[in-house]
C-alpha cells in the first residue's frame, strides 16, 4: 500500500502509468483516489 499526492488526476494517471507499471514485479495495480479539497479563493471572513 502506498499514499500517493499529484497535483491532479492527469498527474497521478501519468505517476501510476510511467512510474508504477514500469517496477519489476508489479504485474497490476488498483487504486482508489481520494480527494479531499485543501484551499479556495476567495475573501476572508473576519469576526469582531
Known amino acids: 500500500m502506498a499514499?500517493?499526492?499529484r497535483r491532479d488526476m492527469?498527474?497521478?494517471?501519468?505517476?501510476l502509468t510511467e512510474?508504477?507499471?514500469?517496477?519489476d514485479g508489479v504485474d497490476?495495480?488498483?487504486s482508489a483516489p481520494l480527494l479531499r479539497?485543501?484551499?479556495q479563493l476567495g475573501p476572508a471572513v473576519l469576526s469582531m
Open 28 to 30: 497490476r495495480v488498483e
Open 10 to 15: 492527469a498527474a497521478f494517471y501519468r505517476y
Open 37 to 39: 479539497h485543501v484551499k
Open 19 to 23: 512510474r508504477v507499471s514500469g517496477l
Open 3 to 5: 499514499t500517493v499526492i
